[in-house]
């Protein structure tokens, strides 16, 4: 059949849309296939429904990836200020809410007719709901894609199909099949930014404690080493019927390993054992309401639960060595999750296509001339708080002016 298109981006979301966009403002004749019937749920559920579409802060050190050095060159040729003008030009209002995360001041939606826009500018042709059965490579080079709506020719094929996350909004592992059918080395894919969860016997005197919130810090790995471990963060924890949620523990996920400890510090701001040592002359208070000032109070029971305290004992009447072995429940509760929520629940998918055999500034493929991945597909895993969106944004311009 006649070659209708220079290039096929497959995966009509927040990468796949940009680079879409990107690659036919260039003059490529550009088809942009999905096989969902709504587009872009992932950005249309983001941040609460308001899409926290990029973080002022975004850096290389932001993202996680076996090729630590992959993602730069990508996020410093287009910047959080580079997206924000766009998003200026078509007049979204946004906000900041917390610690550099941007928010459209009214609806996600309004980043998807921003993306669908440009690609309409640039004269970008659609696919959707289209699936692609199959991807071939002719004798002169080109792509043969086998969709369920005819056959595709194309120079250059960009996969931005995702990850495995949210599987109720369409995630796949197409971008992985398509890796083993062209030999590219995958770093194994897990739940990332997700809740984590413990046996049940462990987390039962924890599970009445569901619904309460604090802030906390929270670091992978052992205390003494936590600083070298992975993570380390300051945010809100939530405990759950079945374990750990809230932004702290999401962060956390990313880095925390199967069959480690993660350490929480429940009072950041205050060396308990210290305080109570120091205060036994001249606090008269039960232990129990010692501690339910400074932390709620089914926390505060749980705690002295777990510790062998009782809540009625009198501050003055414990030994420092008791003391000490509270204030180290407190400020370094360290407790071994036997897993997460799964694909279901997890705000991404770490791992990926290893970028080593990608190329840093183009995201092509070294051994398959023409085929390019791009955003969530790869081995590049951003913080929460807008990260991933800019990879998303970054990687598939990246693409898209290679392709141009």
């Known amino acids: 059949m006649a070659k209708l298109f220079d290039v096929a981006v497959i995966g009509a979301g927040a990468a796949g849309m940009m680079c879409a966009a990107v690659a036919a403002q260039g003059g490529k004749r550009v088809v942009l296939i999905d096989h969902a019937e709504k587009l872009a749920e992932k950005i249309r559920i983001s941040g609460g429904g308001r899409c926290n579409f ?22 410093s040729r287009y910047t959080p200020q580079d997206f924000l003008a766009l998003v200026k030009k078509h007049r979204i209002s946004y906000h ?18 921003m993306l669908k826009d440009e690609c309409a500018a640039a004269n970008v ?28 020719e194309v120079g250059s094929v960009v996969i931005a ?47 009445p404690l569901a619904g309460i919130a604090l802030e906390v810090e929270v670091a992978t790995g052992s205390m ?66 010692v501690l339910s000032q400074w932390l709620p109070v089914r926390l505060a029971e749980g705690l002295l639960s777990a510790t062998g305290l009782a809540a009625d004992a ?5 030994p420092d060595a008791q003391l000490r072995k509270l204030g180290l429940a407190v400020n370094a509760w360290a407790i071994v999750p036997s897993g997460s929520e799964g694909y279901r629940k997890a705000e991404v998918t770490g791992g990926g296509i ?19 991945f791009i955003g969530e597909a790869v081995d590049v895993t951003g913080w929460l708080g807008g990260y991933n969106f800019q990879w998303a944004w970054a990687s598939g311009v990246a693409a898209g002016l290679a392709l141009q």
Request: aromatic share 8%; glycine share 8%; hydrophobic share 40%.
């Open 354 to 372: 290893d970028t080593r055999e990608l190329s840093q500034q183009t995201m092509m493929a070294a051994k398959v001339p023409g085929l390019y």
């Open 125 to 152: 042709h659609w696919r959707m709901p289209c699936k692609v059965e199959s991807i071939a490579r002719d004798a002169d080079g080109a792509f043969l894609l086998q969709t369920d709506s005819g056959e595709i």
């Open 161 to 207: 199909s995702g990850g495995l996350s949210i599987p109720k909004v369409g995630a796949s592992d197409f971008a992985y099949r398509l890796a083993g059918q062209f030999e590219l080395a995958m770093v194994a894919p897990r739940p990332a930014l997700v809740p984590l969860t413990f046996d049940d016997a462990a987390w039962a005197p924890f599970a």
């Open 314 to 318: 009198r501050l003055a009447d414990l």
């Open 96 to 113: 900041e809410k917390h610690k550099g995360q941007l928010f459209c001041d009214e609806s996600a939606e309004q980043i998807i007719q």
């Open 224 to 289: 003494k080493g936590r600083n070298a471990a992975g993570g380390r963060f300051r945010e809100d924890l939530l405990f759950t019927h079945r374990g750990l949620s809230g932004p702290a523990i999401l962060q956390i996920s990313s880095f925390w390993q199967p069959g480690e400890p993660i350490v929480v510090n429940l009072l950041p701001d205050m060396d308990v054992a210290q305080t109570l040592i120091e205060g036994k002359g001249s606090i008269k208070k039960q232990l129990g309401n």
């Open 54 to 75: 990029t973080n002022v802060n975004a850096g290389p050190n932001n993202f996680l990836s076996q090729n630590p050095h992959f993602c730069k060159s990508a996020l």
